[in-house]
């Protein structure tokens, strides 16, 4: 048995995946762990993907909720939706196999924001929960979990759950202890101001302390996160991070941002790399990103010296990086910090901070509302995650995106989002690689021109239809022409592409 | 003189709001005070006025863009939007005059979250503010300003104008000293924590300390805020609050709230004070409201010993209250608190208290998404307020409304909402005469037989036809007909009622 577990009571539970499925029952709702393919279980769910073949076999269903932080693996989600062995998903998802199932209706999915996931769970809204399914580096002689590669929500499923399921994962570098700041956010109707004044501030323990009473097995594994390769960055990223830089040097021209102390957050994905190698060769120091994930961009900006601090709930690396930050993580936990995701998330401290969001999005509308998780406003694509949080309380939010998508099948700038995760009230910038559309300080008519300034060419004689029919209208403050504002997505369905 | 100008240096700056208004020059932009009809400039506007009607008069334009805390009155908003004096306006409105001036697009109007909207001006997103046009109650020997019968943006107003006019109104009962606590939340880089644990926390000052050497002007001013009455509560408002009240009973069952220390949002109007009305006959007792608004149904749940305390920006009184608010402000000032709008809206405090919110709509659709501010997507009512501000950081947030409205013509339930401003992700209740649609932990799909159960019966069948035309979409996550996602809307416009 690994030294890994060190507590007496639990290296008694220590047993196989199987062997521990078997504590959870059909229609059990279950918190696991899990962030952006990091942290999550690796064992439980194949076990339980299992289970439902075997019950299928049988011509009986065993189904189960899941909750988690964030997405997670094929070999987690992945391996669940593929056995149907799932009812009911929260909060966010992007496994190509479960996003068919939701998407052909054989699961239920809801998209909520990140910050108030765990939250919920504290609340009640989905009633009790049964089982926690945690992955952990290793178990303390006390019995505290050392977190892995994320905390996530589990701390809320931990201490909610009837029974705990503990994977300690060998793979892990046990020198991430330190990296975790794990806080807890009192309950209602005891809840107290988080003391985070500065991204790097540490408020927390290392270690999560858990009931140890609760935990009804222990499951060994040794299993690397998902860690899916970027793609080099193409022409297209590198034009959108250039205009986000330029974005970013004028607010110091205007006087309303220094060359120290941009404090960033960031989704994931190439654009936001590039933006990160941008920043690199660039003019901006002392950066601090108060995110959700970090990623190989943020790296190389610690590496470099640019970066003096990353806080974030998980990691979203290439395999390469991921390596580097098993061989390092003790010199990366100088300056890299996991919270839990109430904390990565919470309204409060992102407002407090004064961060800059930027978020990728699906498509935006020539007012600037945004739609960030489903084609045609009816497939989804993964969700709404942390954008919400962050973008509503930043400093200032940015969108950024190509302008099209699927070989110009597909416009990012439409007349009318056709699915709407944030408001004309949110979104402040939006930046292609035609440029930037600052739309702060303008009424809706006026951000129209900058909208479709930085749509791609091929679709601006489109939407300079669009608003010449809906400028028609009787009524100026957000005029419409609802007969044809969803004309480029009906366009898509019926024909394959947005354009006439 | 009025003895109200304690200081000297002020008292020499007395002059008419004609000679004041000089001050203010063509392009400038203004922050007024002003909340729903409290605390606004009462003599200023309607020099401001004059000004733009002379300028006109001679061939010349005079146009200034006006930023206060939200609504305020027809002498404010109303003669200034017809007399064409104003350019840009923000950040929300509900004057007859002003709204027809938007939506025929000869002004702009820019609709932003209330809690945002002091601090874009902090930040510089609109550039230099000109003038401050501030009410007080009185001026003391130092040069601080007592609040009237609102705190609103002043704060964040005076310190960012370059100059600064006061009214002072004698109308405003002097007792309202120490009604108000002024905070100042700190500029970035240097923001903490907001020290408010309780609704009734009082950490500032019961002045707004100023910096003097900017007062350009004083002006004397008698006049009543405008206090209208509200109508008596008829059937269908009593029904929403019933189910309104069925609800909390319901949560209090589910073991999620107690009798004790309900703390309660709630917008402006009608059913919000029937559900109050409720509140005084029921078993919830130490309520207590951390809101933007006091309203009559809280100063009787006060008087009735039902409410501890009333955490708000502002008022918004019927005739008769208001004069009961003034001749009793000493004994009222010991369980309300008037908090600058950051405070009183800021998402760190709202989601620290646990509140309940409680806003009116234009029109929910079957998934969920909430309109607040545009009738058929394009005509503004209002605005957003601080609905977003309460909704996203609410325990539990409630969106109340009559099903229907202009005599049957429009469904409060639509397909598709036609503006949205309130997403899926943050609606999780919506209560009608028809009863409640408690969406909390449902998938889209299974928010639709909810959401139609609250609809209005004449509007069910058609619901159910766009439902089961939206169910044959390839995707099943949130299915829509895009070709008459908004046949409600057009109907309305061609037809003058969204029934077929």
Redesign the interface.
């Known amino acids: 048995m690994s030294d890994r577990i060190a507590n007496a009571l639990l290296r008694g539970k220590v047993m196989s995946a199987d062997e521990a499925a078997q504590f959870i029952d059909h229609g059990d709702k279950v918190g696991m762990s899990g962030f952006t393919g990091a942290a999550y279980p690796k064992a439980l769910p194949t076990a339980i993907a299992n289970r439902a073949k075997e019950a299928q076999a049988k011509g009986e269903t065993y189904k189960i909720d899941v909750y988690t932080g964030a997405s997670t693996a094929p070999d987690c989600d992945g391996v669940m939706a593929e056995a149907g062995a799932i009812n ?1 998903r929260m909060p966010y998802q992007s496994d190509p196999v479960m996003r068919n199932a ?4 054989e699961m ?6 990140l910050s ?1 996931s765990g939250q ?1 769970v504290e ?4 009633g009790q929960l049964d089982v926690a399914v945690v992955e952990a580096t290793r178990i303390t002689e006390e019995g505290h979990l050392i977190p892995s590669s994320g905390v996530g929500n589990n701390v809320d499923y931990l201490d909610a759950a009837k029974k705990i399921i503990i994977e300690v994962n060998e793979w892990q570098s046990v020198d991430l202890e330190g990296m975790a700041d794990v806080y807890r956010i009192g309950h ?2 005891n ?5 985070i ?1 500065n991204s790097g501030d540490r408020i927390g323990k290392t270690y999560i302390d858990i009931d140890i009473s609760k935990v009804v097995a222990v499951v060994e594994t040794n299993a690397p996160d998902r860690n899916a390769p970027f793609k080099p960055v193409d022409e297209t990223s590198q034009k959108i991070a250039g205009y986000f830089l330029d974005f970013l040097e004028g607010e110091v021209k ?3 941002l220094a060359y120290d ?1 941009y404090i960033m957050q960031s989704g994931v994905g190439n654009v936001p790399n590039a933006v990160m190698a941008g920043l690199l060769d660039s003019k901006f120091e002392k950066i601090e990103a108060y995110t959700e994930v970090i990623q190989d961009g943020m790296v190389d900006l610690i590496d470099a010296g640019k970066m003096t601090v990353a806080s974030a709930t998980s990691f979203s690396l290439s395999p390469e990086y991921a390596e580097k930050m098993n061989a390092e993580a003790k010199r990366y936990r100088e300056s890299i910090i996991l919270r839990p995701l109430q904390v990565s998330n ?3 401290v992102i ?4 961060l800059i969001s930027s978020n990728g999005m699906i498509e935006a509308d020539i007012y600037g ?1 945004i739609n960030s998780t ?1 084609v ?5 694509m993964n969700g ?1 995650g942390g954008s ?1 949080d962050f973008t ?2 930043a ?2 939010s940015t969108f950024i995106s190509p302008s099209d998508a699927k070989d110009g099948a597909i416009s990012s700038i439409v007349p009318f989002a ?9 979104a402040m910038v939006v930046i292609t690689e035609y440029g930037v559309a600052d739309l ?7 951000r129209v021109a900058k909208m479709i300034s930085v749509a791609h060419p091929s679709y601006r004689p489109l939407l300079e239809e669009y608003v010449e029919r809906a400028n028609k ?8 022409d ?2 044809t ?2 004309s480029f ?2 366009r898509l ?1 019926e024909t394959g592409s947005m354009q006439k």
Do not use: M
Not at 123 to 126: E, K, L, R, V, Y
Not at 440 to 446: E, F, H, N, Q, T
């Open positions: 009911y939701i998407n052909s209706g239920k999915y809801q998209d909520i924001h108030h919920y609340h009640g809204f989905f209602l109707p809840r107290t101001p988080i003391p004044i205007g006087g309303r102390n919470h309204p409060e407002r407090r901070v004064g509302n489903h045609a406003g009816q497939r989804i709404i919400g509503r309380n400093r200032i056709s699915h709407i995760d944030h408001t004309e009230h949110d702060r300080g303008l009424a809706p008519r006026d209208s009787k009524f100026q403050q957000t005029p419409h609802l007969a504002a969803f997505h009906q369905l």
